[in-house]
């Protein structure tokens, strides 16, 4: 099984890699349709540019003390073993402190378990029943737009890096693990920095015990089951990289104003976003990719949250407040974000009303539970909306908080800023964004060199996700810096919006 779960990762993806990887210039290729690798030419130069970075230090927000840790950081040796040694050490001193640690710390044990176990099995299902080889000859479809394998204009030899599961031998991919496991435990250990803190409570899913449907051994069996088989598909359609495994689309009756870019198959997901198994399966294909540390990165969100409620004397609750939360997709830290904010008015958007049912499944659970945990507890109303980001369906100035993770890799640079107004046009003076996505080039010096890899997952405005200057979006939206943080491979960015100056009336003269 160890040697199983060494496959895991990098079986799944070439992202976030510490291992040294050739860089590759990335041009503009066919454009004809909704698919192709940028969506215009000055997005393609924007990802070839040479630009100064990280474009953040450019601008004044606060810096948290997690931007240096994850700027230097380094696994402590080059030897897997001694790494895994010394974070599985530094995990079980740090459970012992005491009861809510022990709690805090097994959970995120547990899940990391479980996580690589099924990882595993789905790693060892893909090399027992492989259909690439099979499929590898079908032709390309004809709505296509690009070639997977032709990624480089000046060498059309030159195709996209197979994954570690094909190449990587034992030494090589233990090694791989023994980076990733220790920059899981230092999230973790991040994130209960913050919640001793004060800045957000112990997650409620930790403190449901038996309740909560994560260690429901039915529900488990479901997700490993429901995970085996979507990672099969992933990996299939990762390696062989056919055009005709591109692209998803919406069901012929539904008449919904889908972006282009969003019709999808994003990381090669089955059904992209348009499915009731795509919404079901996504939570655990993620975690099982970051190891279950995804939940911990999320909540990067909260810190700047906690510093802007304290600066504006919100109350116990957040009663009074209204929130938003833009692509919310399966609501995971929408529940999160109103266990500390519980009394607030909680609007989760998003493109995909698969999604949103996901999300108000997560909202019910956690209404549950907050009611068994306190019969008291003032509970604010909650509602889902189907609605793209570049038009938001609020007044102006309407919204306290607007919160968005993990939306702004997928876009064309264009409806980035679109949505950067949006969310700008609809929060109140005052009031605070929040934006949450992968680190860029200049975050993780050790990674600049391989993060372009997650391209290949079919993630096709990646590569300018990683040069764009992200607060220009919202400075030029009106918004003034706040706060920057980051937790492993993802950065949080804060803005609020400024209060109208107070005009002064004019004396009369006489």
Not at 88 to 105: F, K, N, S
Not at 173 to 180: K, T, Y
Not at 245 to 259: E, H, M, N, T, V
Not at 375 to 399: C, H, M, T, Y
Request: hydrophobic letters at 35%.
């Amino acid at each position: 099984m160890v040697r199983s779960i060494t496959f895991l990762l990098p079986a799944l993806a070439l992202s976030f890699t510490p291992a040294p990887l050739p860089r590759r210039q990335i041009h503009q290729l066919v454009s004809s349709g909704p698919n192709h690798l940028f969506s215009s030419t000055e997005e393609a130069q924007q990802s070839d540019a040479t630009v100064a970075l990280p474009h953040d230090e450019q601008y004044t927000f606060k810096m948290g003390e997690s931007v240096q840790y994850w700027l230097d950081y380094q696994p402590e040796s080059t030897d897997g073993a001694e790494n895994l040694r010394n974070a599985a050490a530094r995990a079980i001193q740090q459970a012992g402190a005491d009861a809510r640690a022990r709690l805090y710390w097994s959970y995120h044990l547990a899940r990391a378990t479980f996580f690589a176990g099924q990882g595993a099995a789905a790693v060892l299902n893909y090399r027992l029943f492989d259909s690439s080889k099979s499929d590898s000859s079908s032709p390309p479809s004809s709505g296509s737009s690009y070639d997977l394998n032709l990624l480089d204009n000046d060498d059309v030899s030159d195709a996209a890096p197979e994954t570690p599961l094909a190449t990587g031998g034992f030494d090589v991919l233990f090694n791989f693990i023994g980076s990733i496991f220790p920059e899981a435990v230092a999230t973790w250990e991040q994130d209960w920095v913050a919640i001793k803190d004060g800045k957000f409570s112990v997650p409620y899913d930790m403190r449901q015990g038996v309740r909560s449907r994560q260690v429901n051994p039915f529900y488990l069996a479901d997700q490993s089951r429901r995970y085996i088989k979507e990672a099969r598909s992933i990996l299939t359609r990762r390696n062989r990289r056919l055009d005709s495994d591109i692209g998803a689309k919406p069901a012929d009756d539904d008449s919904f104003p889908y972006p282009d870019y969003y019709k999808n198959n994003f990381h090669f997901q089955s059904d992209g976003w348009f499915s009731k198994d795509s919404a079901k399966v996504y939570d655990s294909s993620t975690e099982t990719l970051f190891l279950g540390r995804q939940d911990a990165m999320q909540r990067l969100c909260l810190y700047s949250m906690s510093s802007w409620a304290k600066e504006q004397g919100v109350s116990g609750g957040g009663e009074g407040l209204k929130m938003l939360e833009v692509a919310c997709g399966t609501g995971r830290l929408n529940a999160f974000v109103r266990d500390n904010y519980s009394a607030a008015e909680m609007v989760a958007s998003d493109l995909s009303k698969f999604y949103l049912e996901e999300a108000k499944g997560h909202a019910e659970r956690w209404e549950k539970f907050a009611k068994r945990e306190d019969r008291n507890k003032k509970i604010g109303k909650f509602s889902v909306l189907q609605a793209a980001a570049e038009e938001l369906p609020f007044e102006d100035n309407s919204l306290d908080v607007v919160f968005n993770v993990y939306m702004f890799h997928e876009m064309p640079t264009e409806a980035r800023r679109k949505s950067a107004m949006e969310m700008a046009r609809v929060v109140k003076p005052g009031g605070l964004v929040v934006w949450v996505d992968s680190v860029q080039k200049g975050d993780r010096p050790s990674l600049d060199d391989s993060l372009a890899n997650f391209q290949y997952l079919n993630e096709s405005h990646y590569p300018s996700h990683l040069v764009e200057d992200v607060p220009k979006l919202f400075v030029e939206a009106g918004l003034e810096c706040f706060e920057k943080h980051v937790a492993s491979t993802s950065k949080s960015l804060s803005f609020v919006k400024p209060k109208a100056k107070a005009k002064v009336k004019e004396e009369e003269t006489f």
